[in-house]
């Protein structure tokens, strides 16, 4: 691998700049940092969806590498083509990268997802996951946890919020036996910023799956973005894991969770949960738990 | 140049082999499947080098295509009916981007009722979405379009992905002697593909963008004038192409025997053939009639409709289509076109063929019958039961 990219040697220039996210966007951050990493070369395919809402709009445009915004279903298969397209046309160290929210990675995008990896093309693919689709107005995704209040699963007298489970994006790209797989949050840059790095030297398709909050979303200050990636991992909601040559590893692995409760209660999403509500969410996390200890190796 | 017995799926992969496509995302469906088939061969056997891609569905199929057009590579796909409606997002995209990608589509009726048999509602349905439709007679013109659909998507004052259509079937399993040229003939016709519409490193660009409402109208405005701009680059490609090859297929239309004709049936795609014969026969019996074979339904060749049937004292219009609630959307076309130009004599529309129904040599005789003696403006022809049944 090269020389660690640090925060003392990670480029000052900017490659996702003058966009009108919203204050506190971490989704926009994940972007920000992926690029600094990648640098130049990267050619960058983004959806419909947040990220080109804020940055593509002619004549405002945010990318000062080559970019394009496929359709919402379509950012795996068009990372295909450019990737196929460059290599036929005999250009040299470039690196397709792809990065879509949770809906347009774990919904609409998932097929061509799957194909991408099935195929094995040689790019890196960012879901940056704010868990609903917050372009159109925070509605729940797949990747929507459980309990989560979202404009289409209210919390009401009958229905407490979203009723299922996050999809688990990070073990279905597993499961097609791709060279490199992780997870990440922005809480933890250092930790994502390794892992972009790691994935640009990886032959093959490799998936990052970074947790990056969206303060309008979740119900939380602008300036309380990074601390709250960082207590999702602390609480053990979140986890910080790699897959390579077949096996999990664990990158960081508490003695001790941060209380779940506390993370629940500072976000507006989850304003309305009881006690019931919090240990059911407490006995998905240790169940969870348990079987990644049981099975992954620990760093 | 070569001569072989190959079918239209066949002749087509032939004319993408001699065009020499960067990448071809492939995708199988009946009766289109056949050409991606050959095109693997001829990648496996090394006759044509291409990255080619198994996407797992159309929608990626013209994704990818796109994707490989963004960077400047040369990309081919094809699909038919299902295929077609399932990418339907992906081909305003590819329009609207002015990525010049070109597709076959092998024509074939749409579910439901399921039926892989050919009819033209598949493409039809997709007038409207920014492409150039082609369609095409028999084996030979499939491979000759095949070429000639580059040379016209990737002139710069077009920029527009063609979609080739091959009638799905009779002319897509159906076998011909087949004139293929040499690759030498194929490069001086085919130019390597040149876009400023790409991916640069030296010059990155932000491609894809939203246009809002104070600028979205102009760049719809432009994708309209280069469309209409393209009538003058098909006829070069036309006249170019039979320079090289000694083959010309007229450019927008050609006619048969309308000269003198008093009484012209238009058509496209592989019916064609038939329609000819009738006019022989026609002919011989001293009947003035005529045929007008539509090779391009986008852009429309308006005005020359209008020349080829100013004399006539009726005309009528064959598809393989309906917009239900209305009539043939080629009827359609075909009526705007004659008002627009003044002439104002009766026309109508023969709907046949839908769902792979056969459609006879008698069945064209009753179409030129009507079109002198008069009828209903829309008819459905060839029907098994009676229409109030």
Known sequence: ???????????????????????????????????????????????????????????????????????????????????????????????????????????????????????????????????????????????????????????????????????????????????????????????????????????????????????????????????????????????????????????????????????????????????????????????KWQKIRRDWTAE | MSKAF??????????????????????????????????????????????????????????????????????????????????????????????????MNANRSTALPWNIYGDQRDSISQLDCGWIQVYVEDAQESLDMALQSFFIAENEKVSIPVMVNLDGFVLTHTYEAVEIPSQEQADEFLPPFKTENRMDFDNPKNMAFSAGPDSNMEFKLQQHKAMLDSKAVIELADKRFSEIFGRSYGGLIDTYKTDDAEYILITFGSITGLVREVVDELRAEGRKVGLVKLRYLRPFPDTEIAEAVKNAKAVGTLEKDISFGYEGTVYTNVNSALIKNGIAIPSYNFIAGLGGRDISKEDIFHMFEQIEKGGEYVNFVGLGVNADE
């Open chain 1, 1 to 287: 691998m090269s020389e660690r990219i640090t925060a003392k040697t990670i480029t000052d220039n900017e490659f996702f700049y003058g966009h009108k996210a919203c204050a506190g966007c971490g989704g926009s951050l994940a972007v920000r940092m992926a690029l600094k990493v990648l640098g130049e070369r990267a050619l960058t395919v983004i959806p419909a969806g947040c990220m080109s809402a804020v940055g593509f709009n002619f004549p405002h445009l945010c990318f000062s590498n080559n970019a394009i915004i496929s359709t919402f279903a379509g950012t795996a298969s068009m990372m295909t083509g450019i990737e196929a397209g460059a290599r036929a046309l005999g250009y040299k160290n470039y690196k397709v990268v792809g990065i879509a929210g949770d809906g347009g990675t774990a919904d609409i995008g998932i097929q061509a997802l799957s194909g991408a990896i099935d195929r094995n093309d040689d790019v890196i693919y960012i879901c940056y996951d704010n868990e609903a689709y917050m372009n159109t107005g925070i509605q729940k995704s797949g990747l929507t946890p459980y309990g989560a209040r979202t404009t289409t699963t209210p919390a009401g007298q009958n229905i407490r919020g979203n009723i299922r489970p996050k999809k688990n994006m990070f073990e279905i790209a597993a499961a097609h036996d791709i060279p490199y797989a992780a997870t990440a949050s922005i809480g933890y840059i250092n930790d994502f910023i390794d892992k972009v790095q790691k994935a640009a030297e990886i032959k093959g398709t490799s998936y990052i799956h970074v947790v990056a909050p969206c303060p309008t979303g979740w119900g939380i200050q602008t300036n309380d973005t990074v601390e709250i990636a960082k207590e999702i991992v602390d609480c053990g909601l979140w986890y910080l894991a790699e897959y390579e040559n077949g096996e999990f590893k664990l990158n960081k692995n508490p003695k001790e969770f941060s209380p779940v409760e506390a993370y629940l209660k500072k976000q507006g999403r989850f304003k309305h949960l009881n006690e019931e509500d919090i240990s059911e969410i407490t006995s998905q996390r240790d169940k």
């Open chain 2, 6 to 103: 190959l079918s239209g799926n066949e002749a087509f992969a032939e004319g993408v082999r001699l065009a020499k496509p960067h990448v071809i995302s492939a995708y199988p469906i009946t009766p289109q499947t056949i050409v991606v088939e050959r095109l693997s061969e001829m990648v496996e056997d090394k006759s044509l080098k291409s990255e080619f891609i198994h996407v797992e569905s159309e929608h990626s199929a013209l994704s990818c295509a796109m994707g490989a057009s963004a960077i400047g590579a040369r990309a081919f796909t094809a699909t038919s009916s299902q295929g077609l409606l399932y990418m339907a997002e992906c081909l305003q995209y590819a329009s609207g981007g002015r990525f010049p990608i070109v597709m």
